[in-house]
């Protein structure tokens, strides 16, 4: 069964670093695109951008360039999604899903990212 | 890119059928074969339930059918249940990118 097992919620404030986790199973995590969406509280989803495993290529929305960065670690099958210097506008749900084709076909439950002073 | 336009919500009886629209232009919608639609019933994650326009994941209920005609894609759900309730989305991928809708409540009354 392909699964998507995202870190657990995060409470920062503005100015810190974070690194949220997504850890794939069931699957020949090298071979298959990793997307990150973002979803705002009571807004709709918005694509992040994808990495692809096998050699780290990225993909990033215009709006998210520079903002974020997507990494990943093949010996242990997992995507990273990072900021450096959080804001509050970035306070959201993050979900990271499988790219099978066109669509995504797997989704992790979410993480959820609180920035607050 | 712009998001795909959707109607903010759509409501029907049990039993009914409901269909939901999806505009975009001849450079994503209607350009390509590749517009999924995504369920995401409340505090979950989202699912597939439609991708490449019309094709239908298994394990998908057969109430859900896509379909296109120029740069609209619609979803429809027949027979709608009470476990139809949530947020649907489309999804666009155009050039190793995806453009989602802005999302459409469905509600069963």
């Known amino acids: 069964e392909v699964q998507l097992v995202q870190s657990g919620a995060e409470v920062k404030k503005p100015g810190e670093s974070l690194k949220i986790s997504c850890k794939g199973s069931?699957?020949?995590?090298?071979?298959?695109?990793v997307g990150w969406v973002r979803q705002m509280p009571g807004r709709g989803l918005e694509w992040m951008g994808v990495?692809?495993?096998?050699?780290?290529?990225?993909r990033y929305s215009p709006s998210f360039q520079g903002q974020v960065t997507m990494s990943v670690d093949n010996s242990i099958t997992t995507a990273y999604l990072h900021w450096s210097s959080l804001k509050a506008s970035d306070t959201a749900l993050y979900y990271c899903?499988?790219?099978?084709?066109?669509?995504?076909?797997?989704w992790g439950e979410g993480a959820l990212v609180t920035v607050s002073s | 890119q712009s998001a795909l336009t959707q109607p903010a919500s759509v409501s029907g009886s049990p039993g009914q059928s409901i269909t939901i629209s999806c505009t975009g232009t001849?450079?994503?919608?209607?350009?390509?074969?590749?517009v999924s639609w995504y369920q995401q019933r409340p505090g979950r994650a989202p699912k597939v339930v439609i991708y490449?326009?019309?094709i239908r994941p298994s394990g998908v209920s057969s109430r859900f059918s896509g379909s296109r005609s120029g740069n609209t894609a619609s979803l429809t759900i027949s027979g709608l249940q009470t476990e139809d309730e949530g947020d649907y989305y489309c999804?666009?991928?155009?050039?190793?990118?995806?453009?989602f809708g802005g999302g459409t409540k469905v509600t069963v009354l």
């Open positions: 899903a499988r790219q099978y084709g066109r669509n995504f076909d797997a």
């Open positions: 069931g699957y020949s995590f090298a071979n298959y695109w």
């Open positions: 001849s450079s994503d919608v209607g350009g390509y074969n590749s």
């Open positions: 490449d326009v019309v």
């Open positions: 990495i692809y495993p096998g050699d780290s290529d990225t």
């Open positions: 999804g666009s991928y155009v050039d190793s990118t995806t453009i």
